[in-house]
Nanobody
Framework: QVQLVESGGGLVQAGGSLRLSCVAS????????MGWYRQAPGKQRELVAA???????NYADSMSGRFSISRDNAKNAVYLQMNSLKPEDTAVYYC??????????????WGQGTQVTVSS
């Protein structure tokens, strides 16, 4: 079984910063793409940022310049540094990873989410 556990969410004022962490554990052979998604109340889940095992990144247009994604392959971890936060960033942030257990194919796994609240 593979699990993704997020941490680092919380309450911050507009203009503040947060750093989210996600660590994958369990039966893991390889991880290709890891990323962060978010879902605000009444809205559909959307991509925030993604990163490949080689370090190539992709950001949603509204996040570029403020958010930065990184990963540590040795730790099976992915991070999201969020700066200049806005109230519009308030959402539950979910970690995502494409994971291949030993002797198996790749599956998409999701964390339970961590709440980020930005006050004005």
């Amino acid at each position: 079984q593979v699990q993704l556990v997020e941490s680092g969410g919380g309450l911050v004022q507009a203009g503040g910063s947060l750093r989210l962490s996600c660590v994958a554990s369990g039966r893991i052979s390889r991880i290709t793409t890891m990323g962060w998604y978010r879902q605000a109340p009444g809205k559909q889940r959307e991509l925030v940022a993604a990163i490949t095992s080689a370090g190539s990144t992709n950001y949603a247009d509204s996040m570029s310049g403020r958010f930065s994604i990184s990963r540590d392959n040795a730790k099976n971890a992915v991070y999201l540094q969020m700066n200049s936060l806005k109230p519009e960033d308030t959402a539950v942030y979910y970690c995502n990873a494409d994971v291949a257990p030993p002797g198996s194919v790749y599956y998409a796994y999701w964390g339970q989410g961590t709440q980020v609240t930005v006050s004005s």
